[in-house]
């Protein structure tokens, strides 16, 4: 259920299950865009929530159902700021990743790569850990690159 905390702010709460990263997906995509943000970057948030999403749930929440994934978006005239929230190990550090044509020349797989889409999709990312074992990612996304 979607719990509107003003008209800038929106937080989802989901089950870790295939599909439900769509809903915030939809959800982020729509508010960036009653918020103005520019349609070019409104893509790259989509790609950005789904894959945090997916994360959380696979990574963090080992894919157990009754285990939620807390999305919380908040977006203002310049800026959209979205965290993804866990309720288990997440991932435990930031990946550190060569240059792009690095991974293009030793081919590498493009399972593992979602926190670098990521990196590449927005202008700001964090990873915290939670008080009760989670971690969250936050991702703050510009209306101009």
Known sequence: MNQILDDQTIEINLP?????ERVAMASAAALARLGGLAPERVEDLKSAVAEACIN???????????????????????RFIVSVTDQGDGVPEVPKYPGIEKIIEE??????????????????VNF????????????EIRSTK
């Open 128 to 139: 915290n850990q939670t008080a009760d074992g989670g971690h969250t990612m936050t991702m």
């Open 16 to 20: 870790s299950k295939v599909g439900y």
């Open 56 to 78: 959380a749930m696979q990574h963090g929440n080992n894919w157990r159902p009754e285990a939620r994934v807390v999305v919380h978006m908040d977006v203002s005239a310049d």
């Open 107 to 124: 081919k590498v797989s493009p399972r593992g790569l979602g926190v670098f889409m990521i990196q590449q999709l927005v202008d700001k």
